[in-house]
Antibody, heavy 118, light 107 residues
């Protein structure tokens, strides 16, 4: 069974940093692009970042570019999101998702809540 | 960035109704489009990918069509459990973008 489990969320002050982790199981992690997607309270879904299977290709949304860094450790079946210079508008549930291409994020974690507030 | 515009933003329909939600891309995206269902407080769930391919385990009353810029999600016979918000997504090009969502209420 495919499982994706995020961790690392919490309360952080504006300007602070946080590192999210995602551990995957039940599939060959090192052959899949992985992504972070977020959802602010009461709002829609927003793609944040993606990283290809070999880390050759990395992409960021404009709202996080220069502040967030995505990475992965294929030996540990793990995906990470280092978030720096956090702002109130980064408050959201952050989901880790397997990217199957052609519109298919086919497996999502339960999400981890990040709250940026003083 | 490619903009995805869904319509309507919300709708109310009765059990058994045929429901259609549309998604328009600001430029051609071939068939690189997915549809997602998100029930209140739950994780989004993939319904359709490649514009018209039904994800495994998704009821056959859901179907998708379209290519290029105009896409449609259809629920052939609405069920009470279909109450949710529906999103389209394009991954033809980065940044990946979602539609703003369509909230579907059961009368």
């Amino acid at each position: 069974e495919v499982q994706v489990v995020e961790s690392g969320g919490g309360l952080v002050k504006p300007g602070g940093s946080l590192r999210l982790s995602c551990v995957a199981s039940g599939f060959t992690f090192n052959t899949h692009t992985m992504s972070w997607i977020r959802q602010a309270p009461g709002r829609g879904l927003e793609w944040v970042s993606s990283i290809s299977s070999t880390t050759a290709f990395i992409y960021y949304g404009d709202s996080v570019k220069g502040r967030f860094t995505i990475s992965r450790d294929n030996a540990k079946n793990s995906l990470y999101l280092q978030m720096n210079s956090l702002r109130a508008e980064d408050t959201a549930v952050y989901y880790c998702a397997r990217d199957g291409g052609i519109g298919s994020f086919d497996h999502w974690g339960q999400g981890t809540l990040v709250t940026v507030s003083s | 960035a490619i903009q995805m515009t869904q319509s309507p933003s919300s709708l109310s329909a009765s059990v058994g109704d045929r429901v259609t939600i549309t998604c328009r891309a600001s430029q051609g995206i071939r068939n690189d489009l997915g549809w997602y269902q998100q029930k209140r407080g739950k994780v989004p769930n993939l319904l359709i990918y490649a514009a018209s391919t039904l994800q495994s385990g998704v009821p056959s009353r859901f179907s998708g069509s379209g290519s290029g810029t105009d896409f449609t999600l259809t629920i052939s016979s609405l069920q009470p459990e279909d109450s949710a918000t529906y999103y389209c997504l394009q991954d033809y090009d980065y940044p990946i973008t979602f539609g703003q969502g369509t909230r579907l209420e059961i009368k």
